[in-house]
């Protein structure tokens, strides 16, 4: 621990885009006093990007070598944000150092590399957390709260439709996303790993898949997938997941069909909201601030625990995912519980993206065993 108290020191790898963006949500976090940590250190090798975020969170220590930071003994937890080939060494290397790790998601190029990195932090006994941030989305949470407390009946058909703009430049500027030996593929494991996980998430494991992956762009990427899994409770879900040259936000939409009702859920863009309609009732439309309520009742608070300042750090846009996330990973870490989600849950995922693509290669569909 970094200081006298129980306070977490945290060290980050890869101060790109979505280190940027922990960063401003562990920053808000403990500004608010939700969380009782520092930022110790940070590290890339790219010296611009490395002295701009040292500067702008006054962060004490920076790295240029990761090893520097994995064995720098006031850094308790690691964040690993560096492109996706980056992350199996990084995580070994902090679970080694006996390190708390945090790594964004996906984790690896494959479900068995994957399975490696759980297996060396199990060894090592350390905690695991991963960035599949939609767990913490407040209209995602709206929606498992209503399964949870209405009666829609069996599931029968869900439906992801996720689309991207190709994330090479734009505003991502992140030219690896277009190198498979980087990032490990396109569309499918970069962006709708999200998604699979929550299928998972919300409707259980998987029997088998079926995908077809294309290649438009004549990248070594896929940018469009279409997934079907059919779930072990009976349901089929699908995934359309595509990355393509409009200038527009990402957008996810999402419907989920049940015997009694109907979920559809706007995601990303800036009309956000939850629609649901139960069989004999009029349709609900849920805006931003009452799925707020969920993503607080998840977190173990009530509007009146939090300041406007703790609140707001839970919920500012942009940041408020992954602050969400950062807040249920750094609690469970004190607490001594598991944080979720897990590199297990990650590897859950993984095992469909494998067999998705395994599918499309094979133009047939692919048992999950
Ligand atoms: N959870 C999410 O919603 C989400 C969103 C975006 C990105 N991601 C994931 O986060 C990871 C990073 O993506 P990004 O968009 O931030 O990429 P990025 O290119 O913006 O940033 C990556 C940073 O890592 C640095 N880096 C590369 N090699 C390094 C090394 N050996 N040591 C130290 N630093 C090194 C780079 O210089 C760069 O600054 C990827 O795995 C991506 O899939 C997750």
Redesign the pocket.
């Known amino acids: 621990m970094s200081g006298p108290s129980d306070r977490v020191g945290v060290g980050l ?9 922990h960063l401003t949500g562990l920053a808000s976090l403990i500004s608010a006093g939700l969380v009782d940590a520092r930022i110790e250190a940070v ?4 010296t611009d ?2 002295r701009s975020a040292a500067e702008l969170f006054e962060v004490p220590k920076s ?4 090893h520097e930071l994995v064995s720098d003994e006031d850094v308790d937890v690691v964040y ?5 080939n ?2 199996r060494d ?1 995580v070994k290397a902090a679970a080694r150092a006996g390190k708390a790790v945090f ?4 984790l690896a190029h494959s479900c068995p590399q994957a399975r490696d990195m759980l297996a060396v932090t199990q060894d090592a006994g350390v905690a695991t957390g991963v ?4 767990r913490y989305d407040q209209f995602l949470l709206y929606a498992k709260d209503l399964l949870a407390e209405k009666d829609f009946g069996k599931p029968m058909l869900a439906h992801i439709r996720d689309d991207q703009r190709f ?1 090479v430049d734009y505003i ?3 030219r ?2 277009g190198d498979r030996a980087i ?1 490990g593929g396109g569309t499918l494991i ?2 709708s790993i ?1 998604d699979i996980d929550i299928l998972l998430w919300l409707f259980g494991a998987v029997d088998n898949v079926f995908a077809r992956v294309g290649f438009y762009a004549g990248r070594e990427v896929e940018d469009m997938a279409s997934v079907s899994l059919k779930h072990k409770n009976g349901m089929v879900s699908t995934i359309d997941s595509v990355w393509h040259w409009v200038e527009r936000p990402n957008e996810r939409f999402v419907e989920f069909f049940f015997e009694k009702g109907f979920i559809a859920i706007r995601l990303e863009s800036g009309h956000r909201y939850l629609e649901y309609h139960l069989q004999g009732e009029v349709p609900v439309k849920v805006d931003e601030e009452r799925a707020n309520g969920a993503l607080m009742r998840h977190l173990g608070f009530s509007r009146n625990d939090l300041s406007v300042e703790g609140f707001d750090a839970l919920t500012a846009v942009g940041s408020e ?2 602050a969400a ?1 950062s807040y249920a990973f750094l609690t469970a870490l004190r607490r001594g519980v598991d944080p979720s989600p897990s590199f297990a849950d990650a590897i859950a995922a993984h095992r469909v993206v494998d067999a998705a693509y395994e599918s499309a290669n094979l133009n047939r569909p692919v048992d999950i065993l």
């Open positions: 790898i890869g101060t790109g885009n979505i280190g940027k963006t590290c890339d090798t790219d990007a490395l790295y240029v070598d990761y690993v944000c560096t492109p996706t980056k992350h990084m790594c964004e998601k996906p960035g599949l941030v939609l994330p991502y500027y992140s690896w996303r990032a970069e962006h999200h995912r992954y996330l």
